[in-house]
């Protein structure tokens, strides 16, 4: 089976579906990451932007990714690119990868550069486009740090339906997260490991494991 996620930012993928991730790895599923943007100078240092790219191989060689598909946008603009630019980068991806699972960040966090990445994405797997690429299933993840910062309204909420059991893979998530040095932030902030840990618990306790990944099943076709 072939697995598709789309990440806006690298560490997204990590934060939100690391682990289920590895899990689709340990029953022999093909993976693929799509990562939307880029740190770019003269926003970041030029040394930190090499550090960035550096860290996306590693992590992509920790997951056994079969192909990593930079798009190369820059990070915070996306709400000012032209929408159907986009929206046919991710399209082509799409086509060539054919994923029948596709994991991507939930549209309602608090990021824009997250919003726009979102739509674009299910403009290109509408349900009457989705057997037209092999997509049969479609579902958000969460990232600490953007979708529990999102305003508090009811219709950009992530209210998940969908769990996936992730103890046996949860030390290794932790770890890779550890490969994003540029990234990580002290306790008791969002992106550090302790915070990880307790959202993969506090999920798992909502289906009875030690630790779970949590998602919002956007669309899928049986």
């Known amino acids: 089976m072939?697995?598709?996620?789309?990440?806006?930012?690298?560490?997204d993928e990590t934060l939100g579906c690391g682990g289920t991730l590895?899990?689709?790895?340990?029953?022999?599923?093909?993976?693929h990451w799509l990562v939307a943007t880029q740190a770019t100078e003269p926003q970041w240092p030029a040394d930190v932007v090499q550090?960035?790219?550096?860290?996306?191989?590693?992590?992509?060689?920790?997951?056994g990714m079969k192909q990593v598909?930079?798009?190369?946008?820059?990070?915070?603009?996306?709400?000012?690119?032209?929408?159907?630019e986009i929206i046919e980068t991710v399209r082509r991806v799409?086509?060539?990868?054919r994923p029948e699972v596709v994991y991507l960040i939930h549209g309602g966090d608090a990021h824009t550069d997250h919003h726009v990445i979102f739509e674009a994405s299910l403009a290109v797997l509408k349900s009457f486009y989705m057997r037209k690429f092999?997509?049969?299933?479609?579902?958000?993840?969460?990232t600490l740090s953007s979708t529990e910062a999102a305003p508090?309204?009811?219709?950009?909420?992530?209210?998940?339906?969908?769990?996936?059991d992730i103890t046996p893979h949860v030390e290794q998530k932790l770890a890779i997260m550890d490969l994003y040095r540029s990234e990580l932030q002290p306790p008791p902030l969002p992106r550090c490991a302790d915070s990880?840990?307790?959202?993969?618990?506090?999920?798992?306790?909502?289906?009875?494991?030690e630790y779970a990944e949590a998602f919002m099943l956007m669309r899928e076709i049986a």
């Open 69 to 84: 598909y930079r798009l190369g946008l820059s990070s915070t603009t996306l709400d000012s690119m032209p929408r159907t």
């Open 134 to 142: 092999g997509v049969r299933q479609i579902a958000a993840y969460e």
């Open 94 to 97: 799409v086509a060539e990868v």
């Open 196 to 209: 990880l840990r307790a959202l993969a618990r506090y999920r798992g306790a909502a289906i009875g494991v």
């Open 152 to 164: 508090p309204l009811l219709s950009r909420a992530f209210i998940p339906n969908l769990y996936v």
């Open 22 to 31: 590895l899990k689709h790895r340990a029953a022999g599923d093909e993976l």
């Open 51 to 63: 550090a960035k790219r550096l860290e996306v191989d590693r992590v992509a060689a920790a997951y």
């Open 2 to 11: 072939h697995i598709l996620a789309i990440a806006v930012h690298p560490d």
